[in-house]
């Protein structure tokens, strides 16, 4: 290794604590984007990024606006326009935190304990845009980065990034490069550094079923009046059959088969029975007989409801039940398609007694990418030089709209990491980071920005 990158990682270790300070600071923003009333914390993040981009000397900083939540963007080129170009994607925005009382600390006062950092959005994604920032902030602080690097983070990941899209076809020259960096996919182990190459896609719908006029008194109407609870409860029971086959029409038309090499590959993953159960807390897996729970997990379609809001304890059959039915998609579904199929089925099974209606639906594809270009090449090299093994390939079960946006607008192939762990509760209560997995993150983003250059 040549002196320049020794002297970064030197610079990277000696401001640990300087950037995790930082860390805590974003974190302190309750950036929730699916908060109608967030708006003032959203500006916040995107103001709080915006000086950071400015302090690390970024030569250009940009909110940039949407027809949501802005995304913010910053570049400095001064490798020259021969040296390569990598822009790094992120997202400022969290999920809620609700229920608060699930957490054993505040989820925006972020606490240390024990190698773990407590707070919402410390693994996803906060945590990885810091480690992006730290890397490329050691490099400038050794001397001058060797490629021209490219930030934009947005505020729209965990709504599906709907109007990022459009942000690209609208800043397309402003954004072009060579191949995107995505840290928001994660770990397999602390020990088991890790580069995806597939990511599911997402289908949302969001179901209504109504019947009395109002409230009703369950004594007076039960079982006279249907109740909206228990047709909607016959609707998600049907969903699957008794080994967990989905069954909405054509659900598995398109869905492209596993390969001989693929099932090998995912075997080799440490992602045993064992560790499902150990991580999820369950006595017993569920799911599609024929398939592993890895390739379940990351190569095969899933149906979830994911919430349901109807009744109250106050004795009465509730005018309206609601809930929010999900699909994560593999190659080559079509979010349309599974709509269609997803139409025909509440048709058919939700009872005359009741009414229905789909409120809204939204979706995006599954994406692969290209695991050899140089960007991969790098990165594995660096992962190399931390861990002391290769990288292992996955397919992730999780969903980034984003990284097929790039695709297809832009015809970026995304590197796609990140340094949280599986159980790091993203999304759930008590998410964490852990740190020496992060740290050794930011010592191989370091490497990897002078290995892209060579």
């Known amino acids: 290794m040549s002196e320049s990158p020794a002297v970064a990682l030197n610079h990277a270790r000696k401001a640990r604590d300087e950037v995790l300070g930082e860390l805590r600071g974003f974190l302190s923003i309750p950036s929730v984007s699916s908060n109608p009333k967030g708006h003032d914390d959203i500006k916040r ?17 940009e909110v940039l606006p949407t027809a949501g939540h802005p995304a913010v963007y910053g570049e400095t080129l001064s490798a020259g326009p021969s040296a390569p170009t990598v822009l790094m994607y992120g997202h400022y925005d969290v999920q809620s935190a609700a229920p608060l009382g699930d957490w054993d600390s505040d989820p925006y006062r972020p606490v240390v304990r024990g190698d773990n950092l407590y707070a919402r959005g410390s693994a996803d994604n906060k945590g990885q845009i810091m480690a992006c920032v730290a890397a490329v902030q050691a490099v400038m602080r050794a001397g001058s980065l060797p490629v021209n690097v490219k930030f934009v983070i947005e505020g729209e990941e965990e709504l599906g990034s709907p109007s990022f899209a459009s942000l690209l076809e609208e800043h397309r020259d402003l954004l072009t490069g060579d191949f995107v960096l995505n840290p928001d996919a994660g770990m397999l182990g602390p020990e088991t550094p890790t580069i995806y190459y597939g990511l599911r896609g997402m289908y949302v719908c969001k179901l209504r079923v109504y019947g009395p006029s109002r409230d009703l008194h369950s004594g007076s109407y039960g079982g006279v009046v249907h109740n909206p609870i228990h047709a909607l409860s016959h ?175 832009l015809g970026l192939d995304s590197v796609l990491t990140g340094f949280a762990l599986p159980d790091s509760q993203m999304h759930g209560p008590n998410e964490k980071l852990h740190l020496p997995t992060w740290e050794r993150g930011i010592e191989a983003l370091v490497r990897f920005l002078y290995y892209l250059a060579e």
Not at 45 to 61: D, I, N, P, Q, Y
Not at 269 to 287: F, I, M
Not at 309 to 327: D, M, Q
Request: hydrophobic share 40%.
């Open 45 to 61: 993040a995107t103001e709080w990024l915006s000086e950071r981009f400015r302090a690390l000397g970024l030569t250009r900083v």
């Open 235 to 409: 609707m998600i029971a049907g969903l699957h059959d008794a080994d967990g086959r989905v069954m909405l029409d054509g659900f598995y038309d398109r869905v492209r088969e596993l390969t001989a090499e693929e099932r090998a590959e995912m075997a080799a993953l440490p992602r045993d029975e064992a560790s499902y159960l150990e991580q999820s807390g369950v006595s017993k897996l569920w799911g599609e007989p024929g398939f592993t729970p890895v390739e379940r997990e990351g190569a095969r379609p899933a149906v979830d409801v994911i919430h349901i809001l109807a009744g109250s304890p106050k004795s009465a059959i509730p005018a309206e039940a609601n809930a929010i039915v999900t699909a994560r998609l593999v190659p080559d579904q079509d979010p349309n398609e599974v709509h269609e199929g997803m139409m025909k089925y509440l048709k058919e099974s939700i009872p005359s007694t009741v009414s229905w209606e789909v409120k809204s639906y939204e979706g995006f594809p599954a994406s692969l990418t290209d695991r050899n270009t140089p960007g991969v090449r790098a990165l594995s090299k660096a992962m190399v030089e931390v861990w002391g093994k290769e990288p292992l390939f996955c397919r992730s079960g999780g969903s980034i709209a984003a990284v097929g946006q790039l695709q297809k607008v």
